[in-house]
């Protein structure tokens, strides 16, 4: 059941890529205006999404939850740092953080959304915050080789820690929020599939696909983030005393989706392989058509 709802809800995003590429081949939409798509997306439309899966009731089960799936989503990302780490360490910066950052921003929450419904989002925010902040401390660290790269103005200013802190502040002292603040809120959220299909097509579009599938160098890379990683956390979590099958299997979408697409911006700034980078999101976006359904085969095979 789940993979059949994964599936469909793939083919749809899938769908909505092909707008987006559509959109950008027949010039509706420039470099410019896509850049500034997900500027939006990054800084209003999942910080958006973010806060509004704590402005729910605080219960205790609520509370227990939230350090449980915070738990998990730091156990989860430590265990893709450390596997790609050990397998690629400083002589391949790009492979070693495509393996360790997934794209739950733009393709984990809309998958929880769908499969488990907008009130999972609860679970996996931790998981999309924690993931960007590392992004900036030990990503910036396997880009660079150095640690005087890493600016703490970076993390300060960083949209989803600041909406984290808010939901936070929100969720724990029960504070009422306004039925229009949060209507406001909630269209915004209702944004993230679209406009982040939208700029991944965009992405998609810009590459060139048929090199993309022949470059054979980075099929490697291909299984550690969308196979190895995840069927490794998978057997760890399976082991964990947790009972809550939602709270681990929505973890589990945030960790096994394609590559995140702050890779290339990262490549860029640091003088990286910018072309690699493009391709390993590209390609794993692609591929993930395919991973994520037979990755939850797996999943419901031990939950279910």
């Known amino acids: ?10 083919i749809t995003m899938f769908m909505l890529m092909g707008v987006g590429a559509a959109l950008y081949k027949l010039k509706f939409i420039t470099d410019q205006g896509a850049k500034e798509f997900g500027n939006v997306l990054l800084r209003i439309i999942i910080p ?29 990302l430590l265990l893709a740092m450390g596997i790609s780490a050990y397998v690629y360490g400083k002589r ?45 401390t030990y990503g910036v660290f396997v880009m660079t080789g150095e640690t005087e790269n890493i600016k703490p103005k970076n993390l300060i200013a960083n949209p989803m820690l600041l909406s984290m802190i808010i939901g936070l502040i929100i969720f724990l002292f029960s504070i009422p929020v306004p039925e229009t603040v949060v209507t406001t809120i909630g269209f915004l959220a209702s944004m993230n599939t679209p ?30 983030r969308l196979l190895v990683i995840p069927l ?25 989706t394609s590559v995140g697409g702050n890779i290339a911006i990262f490549a860029q700034q640091y003088d990286r392989n910018y072309l690699l980078a493009i391709k390993t999101v590209c ?20 939950y279910m």
Do not use: H
């Not at 059941?1 to 793939?10: C, D, G, P, V």
């Not at 999404?49 to 704590?54: D, T």
């Not at 390609?283 to 031990?302: A, C, D």
């Open 92 to 136: 391949k910066p790009i492979e070693n953080f495509a393996s360790s950052y997934s794209n739950a921003g733009f393709i984990g929450i809309p998958l929880t959304q769908a499969v488990f419904g907008s009130e999972a989002v609860f679970y996996v925010a931790a998981y999309v915050t924690l993931l960007n902040l590392f992004q900036w």
């Open 1 to 10: 059941m789940i993979t059949s709802i994964l599936l469909k809800q793939i």
């Open 195 to 224: 406009v982040a299909m939208l700029v991944l097509g965009i992405f998609l579009a810009k590459a060139d696909i048929k090199d993309i599938f022949f470059d054979y160098k980075i099929y490697p890379c291909m299984a550690m």
């Open 283 to 302: 390609l794993s976006t692609i591929l993930s058509i395919v991973t994520i359904p037979l990755f939850f085969m797996v999943v419901q095979m031990l």
């Open 48 to 76: 958006s999404v973010i806060v509004k899966s704590y402005i729910v009731e605080f219960t205790p089960e609520k509370f227990r939850d939230m350090w449980m799936s915070t738990g998990l989503a730091l156990l989860g």
């Open 232 to 256: 490794i956390t998978l057997v760890v979590f399976y082991f964990l005393p947790i009972k809550n099958t939602t709270m681990v299997m929505s973890v589990l979408i945030a960790a096994c």
